[in-house]
């Protein structure tokens, strides 16, 4: 059995790949060529353990994450976890690899598909709310998906953002990273914005409009009790698209909206449909909520195992 480490998985394929492979994951779970057991979610205080399988026509995989916010404070991953990947004729196992790298590199991917069919091609200017190892894998998907030419960028830490700025501009040295005062300042000077945090309550303004003619990704919220949003945005929404229907009740940024009849489950399309042609578009501001399914995993792991064997 094969173990892949951080390094492997980050060099495995290139961003183009990744995107490719979580495109083909929407699609094969929309035509139900992937099984996708309900996840295994467990909560303990604070933390959060999640065991997702998933199986395919080939193989199968099995992740097993932890997440840990208050790591933060000690300067640790606030996600740890490992994915097993294995032959699904017989069951051998193929290969171990590292779990936080991996999910980094197929939510980057999968928040880089939300952007592929819902930015405008001519988006320049990204903001990134929540700079911790997803806001960064993230930025940097973002900026293959269109001409990126300034990234403004926002976090709670001074720190944060100063590493952020410095490993960015290693990968993409000819785009401007511009450090926000304020949520405020990021969302109207943004034609694209990502949340990527763990909050409990709405990151971004409740006034001020300023999500018109803006392409919102949300990442962070994967919990009942935690929000990026605010009220105010769902209610000037026609459309919400999502990874999985299980986001529904699985994140506080559709469940309370649902809750409060802001929105409608009539809104909420899975962006498989947008991929496969099924609907178009609608309404001024563009809206993608992820909270991630095993089928991504799955994708990322045959990805990894298939370009490194």
């Not at 269109?146 to 720190?159: F, G, L, P």
């Not at 809104?267 to 089928?295: C, H, W, Y």
Request: charged fraction near 20%; glycine fraction near 8%; proline fraction near 5%.
């Amino acid at each position: 059995m094969k173990n892949f480490d951080s390094n492997a998985i980050g060099n495995a394929a290139p961003i183009d790949r990744w995107v490719a492979a979580m495109e083909q994951a929407f699609i094969d779970t929309a035509n139900g060529v992937v099984e996708v057991p309900q996840r295994v979610h467990i909560d303990r205080g604070h933390d959060t353990l999640l065991l997702m399988p998933c199986f395919g026509s080939t193989y199968f995989s099995t992740k097993l994450v932890s997440v840990f916010p208050k790591n933060l404070l000690k300067k640790e991953p606030v996600i740890y976890g490992s994915v097993l990947l294995n032959d699904g004729e017989t069951g051998r196992p193929l290969a171990v690899m590292d779990g936080s790298k991996l999910t980094a590199m197929r939510t980057a991917a999968v928040g880089a598909v939300g952007i592929q069919y819902l930015a405008p091609e001519n988006a320049s200017t990204l903001g990134v709310v929540g700079l911790g190892i997803q806001g960064f894998h993230q930025a940097l998907f973002a900026c293959e998906q269109r001409a990126i030419r300034t990234v403004m960028i926002m976090d709670h830490s001074k720190e944060a953002m100063a590493r952020f700025s410095e490993r960015f501009s290693a990968f993409y040295p000819k785009i401007k990273v511009i450090s926000c005062r304020s949520a405020e300042e990021l969302c109207n000077d943004s034609e694209i914005i990502i949340t990527a945090t763990g909050s409990h309550h709405p990151v971004v303004p409740a006034h001020g409009e300023w999500w018109k003619g803006k392409t919102i990704i949300g990442i962070g919220s994967y919990k009942p009790e935690m929000r990026e949003f605010p009220d105010s945005l769902f209610a000037n929404l026609e459309q919400v698209f999502v990874d999985t229907r299980v986001a529904l009740t699985e994140t506080g940024d559709l469940a309370e909206p649902l809750k409060r009849r802001l929105i409608d489950e009539a809104q909420i399309i899975p962006l498989s449909d947008l991929i496969l042609n099924r609907v178009k578009p609608k309404g001024e501001t563009r809206f993608f909520k992820s909270v991630g399914m095993a089928a991504f995993d799955l994708y990322g792991a045959k990805l990894v195992f298939e370009s490194l064997s």
